[in-house]
Each structure stands twice: as structure tokens, then as C-alpha cells.
């Protein structure tokens, strides 16, 4: 019953989902940049000669 309701009352508001999505693409923009700071792809650093490592954005 409770996800009933808080599903109709997203629905018929506008604001919050506008308020919902930004949130949202706020989570999905940090998670691509940890992603990429983390080296994605399970590639990891093994020299530590400066300019070895080709950071691509």
C-alpha cells in the first residue's frame, strides 16, 4: 500500500521528479568520476614513471 501511494504521489508531482532526476544524474556524474579515478576496467598502475599512464577523460 505504501509503495502505492508514494508511487502515485511521484507520478502526479512534477517538482519532485524533477527534484528526483537531478539527484539521480548528480549519483550517475559522481559515479563516472570514480570510475574513472579508479582506473576502470581493473587496470591498475604498476609504474610509477611519470607519463607511463595515458589518463583519457
Do not use: V
Given at each position: 500500500m505504501i509503495r502505492t501511494v508514494q508511487l502515485l504521489r511521484y507520478l502526479?508531482?512534477?517538482?519532485l521528479r524533477r527534484r528526483v532526476t537531478a539527484a539521480t544524474n548528480k549519483v550517475k556524474a559522481f559515479n563516472g568520476f570514480s570510475q574513472w579515478i579508479g582506473f576502470r576496467n581493473g587496470r591498475v598502475i604498476t609504474d610509477n614513471t611519470p607519463g607511463w599512464w595515458p589518463l583519457r577523460a
Open positions: 502526479s508531482d512534477a517538482p
